[in-house]
């Protein structure tokens, strides 16, 4: 399960991390865009070569909103907390991460 996390591209072993992934059953990922993560499973040549005939793992991609289509609060690290309001409806059946 990953949400709002690119496993594949944040850690520094990024074949270890897809045979691992490859491995797994299933896998849950909800992000607004497609990630490395999400994708780990089709061959982009040199940037990811792999065999999806030889990848067990079921992925189901779960879209969600981004900050700009919903209301809500962000704080940063000088301790501001600042209000913000929807900007976009959300495209599709994407819903946010409390729903």
């Known amino acids: 399960f990953c949400q709002g996390f690119n496993p594949v591209a944040s850690f520094p072993n990024k074949n270890k991390v897809v045979a691992s992934l490859s491995k797994l059953k299933f896998l849950v990922t909800i992000d607004p865009l497609n990630t ?5 499973w ?11 005939s030889q990848i067990q793992t079921e992925v189901f991609r779960l879209p969600s909103t981004c900050f700009a289509e919903e209301n ?10 600042q209000w913000h309001w929807k900007g976009a409806d959300a495209p599709g059946e994407a819903l946010n991460d409390g729903e």
Request: proline share 4%; hydrophobic share 25%; no cysteine.
């Open 72 to 81: 809500g609060s962000i704080v940063n690290s000088g301790r501001w907390l």
């Open 42 to 52: 089709q061959n982009h040549g040199e940037f990811n070569e792999v065999d999806p």
């Open 36 to 40: 490395e993560t999400s994708n780990f």
